[in-house]
């Protein structure tokens, strides 16, 4: 009975019953004995689901010039009905004046290689190399954002516990969802986005994740707090989510710490947290003011591992109505729900105290009045750096 419930909403778009907290397997219960696993070049496989999901593939950019962009392949099936494959960019430039560039489009004629590694649709494509240490990014579908990247792994990839996944369901044999997310949190960037204006050299820094909602997104999540911190030594990363009412209003979080060549740590113990909110008149959402990540595990050899970045988020420049702008295939697979009102926080913070914001749907934006510092310590040797941090803080639902 359950599951037909489950299937009902998932269908309808409603609210999901309330199953409790059991009806949710956390990756958590994974990293309690792994804590995490290393990619394999399978591990990036297309799932491709054939029943209501979102895939995503992007990556995170940051150019040594500043320029802060991203580049997003976003594979969308409503209920086995319809799939839809859509293709952003988005670029703040480090002037601080000119306009956000923000292309958005829906890609014909989809499809994969026969491993399922690389994507392919008109006038885009996304492959992964052959020996499966980088990713060339290409996308002619708009003339205002024409894509050429290549994102090259520097640290080894992960994901939390042994396959990345949290299972939603009350039978664990038979889970009706999922959620996973799989990391390059360490990567070089170069090549070029070519404007209206001209070309916008990305050489840099950048960030890859694979995720998979396996199901309707706002089924498995109401909020979502999400860090990308990259310093000349350092990475940190965080993608912590809660659910909704329906299954406890549970907290999973992933994550972990790197080094050029190596992973430090890696796992489920973190944490992210508001330090100061202030109300949003527009939606009633907690708008965060100031944060604080802290991330904690072992390395390979059992030396304890903790670290923290915390600090204000300054004063916000702008927000968008994410139901407003986005994708008609986003509000399809959203659209409908009593208490559903997404909105998306973001925030970039680099080492100086400038600001560039970069988003994947629809933020609030900020500008940081402090420089971020991670806090590190190895088993008792601390270790401060300043770097760049991309933020995010997401609200769907109650």
Not at 31 to 48: F, G, I, Q, S
Not at 181 to 199: L, Q, S, V, Y
Request: hydrophobic share 35%.
């Amino acid at each position: 009975m359950n599951w037909l419930k489950q299937q009902v909403a998932n269908v309808a778009g409603t609210a999901e019953p309330i199953y409790g907290p059991s009806a949710l397997r956390s990756v958590a219960q994974q990293a309690e004995t792994t804590p995490y696993t290393e990619l394999k070049k399978e591990d990036l496989r297309w799932v491709a689901m054939e029943s209501t999901c979102v895939e995503t593939q992007v990556f995170y950019l940051m150019a040594d010039s500043g320029h802060i962009g991203l580049a997003q392949v976003i594979y969308s099936n409503v209920a086995g009905l319809r799939t839809t494959c859509q293709f952003n960019t988005k670029i703040f430039y480090p002037d601080g004046k000119t306009p956000n560039l923000w292309s958005s489009d829906t890609l014909e004629n989809h499809g994969f290689d026969d491993e399922q590694l690389c994507f392919y649709a008109d006038g885009c494509a996304v492959d992964l190399s052959e020996d499966g240490t980088y990713y060339s990014i290409k996308s002619a579908t708009n003339e205002s954002s024409i894509v050429n990247l290549k994102v090259t792994r520097k640290t080894p990839g992960f994901q939390v516990g042994k396959d990345g996944k949290s299972y939603f369901g009350t039978d664990p044999n038979k889970p009706w969802g999922s959620m996973r997310h799989a990391f390059w949190p360490r990567c070089d960037a170069e090549g070029t986005i070519i404007t209206k204006a001209g070309p916008i050299d990305f050489k840099g820094r950048a960030m890859f994740i694979h995720a998979l909602q396996g199901m309707k997104p706002h089924h498995a999540a109401a909020k979502w707090n999400f860090a990308d911190f990259q310093s000349p030594t350092y990475t940190a990363v965080m993608m912590e989510y809660t659910t909704p009412p329906s299954y406890g209003s549970s907290v999973v979080n992933v994550g972990g710490l790197m080094r050029d060549g190596e992973i430090i740590c890696a796992g489920s113990t973190n944490s992210a947290s508001y330090l100061e909110i202030s109300d949003d008149p527009d939606n009633e959402w907690p708008e965060p003011a100031a944060i604080k990540f802290e991330w904690s595990g072992k390395t390979k050899d059992g030396k304890a591992v903790t670290a923290e970045l915390a600090g204000s988020l300054g004063v916000r420049l702008d927000k968008v109505d994410v139901m407003a702008e986005v994708p008609g295939f986003v509000k399809a697979i959203i659209g409908g729900v009593a208490g559903t009102k997404p909105y998306i926080y973001q925030v970039f913070l680099p080492h100086s105290s400038n600001l560039y914001v970069i988003f994947v749907n629809m933020p609030l934006q900020y500008c940081p009045q402090q420089r971020l510092k991670l806090l590190l310590n190895i088993d008792g040797e601390v270790k401060t750096e300043e770097g760049i941090l991309f933020s995010e803080a997401t609200f769907i639902s109650e």
